[in-house]
């Protein structure tokens, strides 16, 4: 079997653990090309990952031959655009997350997408693949834990990466759109269901700069969804312990909890501070395995001639939701979708 | 000293336990009289706690000069028309919650009160008295935490009980006056501040039952507190692993979570099913020591003269509070305070 | 029914909890006499108490008509000497542990208990009165988790409490006598066996000072039991994290763990540590309602004329088996029984 | 940089996993060749592998030119005798645990070490490199723990597995050899000490199959090392949770513990059972991870021109540890080393 060539664009800090994932840790995948505005930046990742097709211009990765299929990585606002050319250039596309930056760019994705059925096209909503959160999908499928009565799911960033958040405010279309989007997804995810109504508040409650941004630094909302699940969400910019993304799956039968403690690895240190485990410090930390599995997923995909299960319409759908969640914030109002 | 004599009224589950405290666990007290119209009840419990003074008529019982003080675990709706008597008969009330079934008795609670201001009066909120409750607190307010960000309590009632629940369903409230009173009260507390706005949703997701009386079998609330804290709170009867009461309090320096698990002792239970704790059944088990502190803490108060840090005006604001939430779920809309 | 009168002997740290609890915590006993040869303590735990009968001598409060039943909280060296005159003059007998300091003065207990067959005594193996103590207890001998392979059980001290420790080195016996005796006899009740072999190691690891003593600050012992159970002993002053009393039960169909965290109450901090349960700080706080369940129990065995489960027998044998194990510790050595 | 070429004979469940990591996990590295007996096996795994090489006798395997290492994943009782064969071969080494069957065997694998001492050799110990022990090894090199009191570690094989370690016992060695080396070399690690003396008990709790070859079903062993230490170890093979591999540390400053509950991954479940976490099945789930890691840094040390920190030497040293814990446990006595 011929491997997939990837070619990866963009070396952020997620771009590079996308790029050295493929270079490493994937089956039937190969990483061909990187692309980056900074060519000392690219020069030291494709040296490092032994990739000599080097590109500073997107349209020229897209070009090259030897790419079958392209990973973005590069800023939010170039996805919808990105996508489109990768797509007509004949290239498999794995986006990360955002789709879009509005609804009018993910709808245009969507025609972008549906113009080349033959290939493959898929988000970047990794806790989707992250084992643990299989697991718990897989349980509440079989109706393990009933009829499901509440969702709870939370994502708080550390507080030690504030002045980064800040510096990120204008770009970041705020905490429903920048974080709130994974716990978005995987409400609809583990419901089977779309939100009908959304109240949502929060504010600043130790960084007054994100008012300038109509955001908070803390915010949460409530939501019904259509099957009557109800949905609480909940974003923060100042978590004490570390990197928190936890869910709760309330059912009629059983409740089921995902990393409720953040915990790092297996140890727990005994000392005169109490018995305590230790937190995750990041996204990469935690959801390292489920960055590589979600590309893997796409390179299979791709291989088996199947699409992924993560559609362009949940990417449409989960900004128009975290549009809605935003805008319920804004007006300090009740909203119906 | 001499001990504060008390009459405990009611002799359900509850009222037995309250006077078997009084009579085994309590200092500086004594129990010298019992209540009940089911004489039976009342006989068997007097005997057992060796109690001479028996009464069928609560009117006899406040009549009597061995008695100081009165604990009222009778029926919700005799709360207010029995404080008012026991106070006008010159002794200590403590009664547990709820104050009235109305706010319009709670407000003649609050006037009964006030024309008594050399007797005690106390409402039973005892999750103030759990020692993990008031460990937590005392952190809260030594600003520990930082900031109140967002509160979050849960009251669920174990599925087992559900046929009760339902049997109850008619007097009940509803599980915002019923069940999550506490967590209100708890909110209240911990973030020495009060609702603005409330939007509460929920339904029948096991039993249909609950319906009838415009009330579901699990339902949540999301407030904005006047401090701009987030308030969340969720109240159900089907709750598959027992009694549990949690709250987590997230601040800006720190989060605090009491009873995340509601675990019945400290063995860990290691066998096919896992590692697990095995679960608190019921108040009577969770609560066990929260009921003898908070009686003591109303017989502290009259022997040193001093009011209990609960006031008849946190009973009328819970329930008004308890009403708000009740009609913004009925109505399925944002209400403000 | 009349409530047993109880004189208690000795007003350290644990003399006046359990006065206390005497006191206020009992059902059918009430504290009617208090010894100790400081009287400024002793009036002072009296007038908080409410207690009339003082006395500085031990003779004369066991001469005291209205005193129905002692409660040894004397030094260990006076115990059995004092086991023998409360006896004898007609009084029921509740001994903390240890029953003597040697196992000569250990058999004579026996003989002055055999001498009063009509009067009930008790020794203060405390752990056996603990809810999670019992709770696991029930469940190894209703045979949930088949048969018992391994018994492994901890007692360590805080580190903070090492002066002390230290102060009470040439009195305390060694770990073995003071702390183990408590782990020995949980493995005989949870066994129901008797060892045969012991191998006992340990040392200075942080305190020389217990040298001097032929003693270490932390030890430890295998032994195999007459049913071949192995169980492993651990005892240690210099617990970073707290009192840490743990005891874990391997058996072939289940496994039950006991306190693995020896946490304070049911708060968790997430905080720049981490997430962390804070401990217990001493045997006071953590085995608060054993201590009052076995005066309890030995109150209700007045009161039922019978005989408690913790014997004289037990005393004996347990102290026969720490010096024994004290013994191999001191020889470096395996010795068998 | 060239990838460096394995060859990897055994298709074993272990060999297997090893393949595929090497295959899809590795940096650096590629997998060549395969060797087994069975050929249906090894053609159902080459050619979902990949892999073109394809040999039945392992002598044709190390005269692959196109071989630079191996990895041994073959019976124990040809370790010794392949890694001499492949050294003289000129490939580098990575044999699984054990090194050989008896000490007179690690002494001759020894030979073939020095003899190439520009190879690179290295045995399987895989827990140095899970994250979690390699975390804690860390903090306790650091100082961070103190000075080392007790080391206390498990290897608990599920009772499900029950019907395969019976047929393997006549070739296991026993318990100390065949589980407990792990956790002799953890010790080894941890306190950077070697063991004086041991005392070893157990028996067959559940199986008494195991007694045909002087072992055990469960057996324990608690050693003193020469800094004193105390060890404490246990192995079994009947546990009823699942695969249990923990271990403590407890120091003079600080404790860790290293999975004290085997958890198979983020997800709690709260059902009728109470509030569980599922744990992991067996060595393959637990240490997927530590797997990759090890033969990872074999690749790493032949490329980098080092030798790996677990040389032969601790092969050896291990194995004759834990023939002396069976010489103990076989003749139930203390031995000294």
Chains 1, 2, 3, 4 share one sequence.
């Not at 655009?81 to 596309?93: E, F, N, R, T, Y």
């Not at 770009?171 to 920048?178: N, P, R, T, V, W």
Request: glycine share 8%.
């Amino acid at each position: 079997m011929n491997k997939i060539r990837i070619g990866s664009i963009g070396l952020g800090r997620l771009g590079l653990q996308h790029a050295e994932n493929i270079a490493f840790r994937m089956r039937n995948a190969e990483l061909t090309a990187l692309c980056d505005v900074d060519t000392a930046k690219l020069d030291q990742a494709a040296d490092r990952l032994g990739v000599k097709r080097r590109f500073t211009a997107f349209e020229e990765l897209i070009s090259c031959k030897e790419v079958d299929a392209v990973v973005l990585v590069s800023p939010s606002a170039l996805h919808t655009k990105q996508i489109a050319q990768a797509l007509d250039a004949g290239k498999h596309v794995f986006s990360e997350k955002p789709l879009g930056v509005t609804v009018g760019e993910c709808k245009a994705a969507e025609k972008a997408v549906e113009a080349h059925p033959d290939l493959v096209f898929m988000l970047g909503f990794m806790r989707r693949f992250d084992e643990s959160y299989q697991y718990a999908h897989t349980k509440v499928r079989a109706g393990e834990i009933g009829k499901p009565v509440l969702f709870r799911s939370y994502s708080q960033d550390p507080e030690k990466y504030i002045a980064g958040s800040i510096a990120f405010a204008p770009h970041s279309g705020g905490q429903f759109l920048d974080m709130a989007v994974h716990d978005i997804d995987l409400a609809r995810w583990f419901t089977g269901s779309e939100p009908e109504t959304v109240y949502a508040i929060g504010g600043c409650y130790a960084h007054p700069e994100f008012a300038a941004y109509k955001d908070g630094d803390n915010v949460s909302c409530l939501m019904r969804f259509r099957n009557n699940t109800m949905v609480f969400l909940f974003a923060g910019r100042t978590a004490p312990h570390g990197y928190n993304v936890e869910t709760e799956i309330i059912g009629t039968k059983g409740i089921l909890r995902i990393a409720s403690v953040p915990q790092k690895n297996l140890v727990e240190v005994l000392d005169e501070q109490g018995v305590r485990k230790e937190c995750s410090v990041n996204f990469l930390e935690r959801f390292d395995t489920a960055y590589v599995n979600e590309v893997q997923e796409f390179v299979n995909c791709i291989i088996d001639g199947r699409k992924p299960e993560v559609s362009v319409y949940d990417g449409t759908r989960v900004s128009e939701i975290a549009y809605t969640c935003k805008a319920a914030f804004e007006q300090e109002t009740l909203l119906h979708f």
